[in-house]
């Protein structure tokens, strides 16, 4: 300020800007295992400093308020959508919606309900979700059993079939076996035969089951397609286990107990030769009637 008499300089004045919130990072969809945990995230930048509120299905959750939200143990009444509304004295912005889908564990995840695979098809899988299978599947081929798997039953055709899971998005394990869950005997294992996928050609007789495992390397789990492929090669296989010399002792224990019945009726159920307790060449319930009675005596 100047006159005649001389000039003054007041005090240095700031201005701020202010600015409304600018959403720079989204939540993203994802999918989780029931029992695990998920996080969304979002980054926004402002002047002056912002406030965070989550929603889930458009209703604001209690004290999610931080640029990070998490839920400890996913239960499927989670699956939603969420989005962050981010605040400040100029205004808000709203974030774009995520979707939480919350998976369960396949129905074929135990030896004792394999889905069936037929020669000629292929079908969709997948081992996210899944559970370990080492107390139901040996080491087959090398092929231990570390991670996540699915199982599935193939009918022998009495020629060579192979089974590929090439182009799947894992390091992808496969484990083929004949007998009955508790008596299993490897057939074919394969870690990389196409890339890190696998793939089999096992020789099958025909009208054998055979139960093939899905599975991955260390702790890979993920999608997959599993295709089988009749190769029409004729083959001779045997795919033999030895039955229980005691047939009331039937998981081989030692003992006759309760446990033989669980064992003998999964092998039932699969029409395992060895069932044939009357052996008249047809597994049906008088084996059944056969088993029990022997059973029931303690002897063999």
């Known amino acids: 300020v100047t006159n005649a008499c001389g000039s ?23 999918t989780t295992c029931a029992g695990t945990s998920a996080t969304f995230t979002i980054a926004a930048t402002a002047t002056p400093s912002l406030t965070f509120q989550w929603r889930k299905g458009g209703v604001n959750i209690p004290n999610a308020t931080s640029a990070t939200y998490t839920i400890a143990s996913v239960a499927s009444a989670d699956a939603a959508s969420y989005d962050c509304i981010v605040t400040n004295a100029c205004g808000n912005a709203t974030s774009a919606a995520a979707m939480l889908v919350v998976g369960s564990v396949p129905a074929n995840d135990r030896v004792s309900n394999p889905w069936p695979l037929a020669a000629g098809g292929s079908l969709p899988g997948d081992t996210t979700c899944a559970t370990i299978d080492a107390a139901d599947a040996p080491v087959c081929e090398a092929q231990s059993v570390t991670a996540p798997g699915l199982w599935y039953r193939l009918v022998g055709t009495g020629t060579s079939v192979t089974v590929s899971l090439c182009g799947s998005s894992f390091d992808t394990r496969l484990s083929a076996f004949c007998g009955s869950p508790g008596s299993l005997t490897c057939v074919a294992g394969n870690d990389d035969s196409c890339s890190l996928q696998s793939s089999i050609t096992l020789c099958t007789q025909r009208g054998t089951d055979y139960l093939v495992l899905v599975h991955g390397v260390d702790a890979a789990r993920g999608p997959f397609i599993i295709l089988a492929t009749d190769t029409n090669e004729s083959c001779t296989a045997t795919c033999e286990t030895p039955c229980p010399p005691c047939i009331a002792d039937y998981n081989l224990d030692g003992g006759v107990d309760a446990g033989d019945i669980g064992t003998f009726f999964e092998a039932w159920e699969f029409s395992d030769p060895c069932t044939d307790v009357n052996q008249d060449g047809g597994i049906d319930f008088t084996d059944v009637g056969e088993f029990f009675a022997v059973w029931e005596n303690g002897g063999c």
């Open 8 to 30: 003054l300089t007041s005090a240095v004045a700031t201005l701020t800007v202010n600015t409304a919130p600018t959403i720079t990072t989204q939540p993203t969809s994802r």
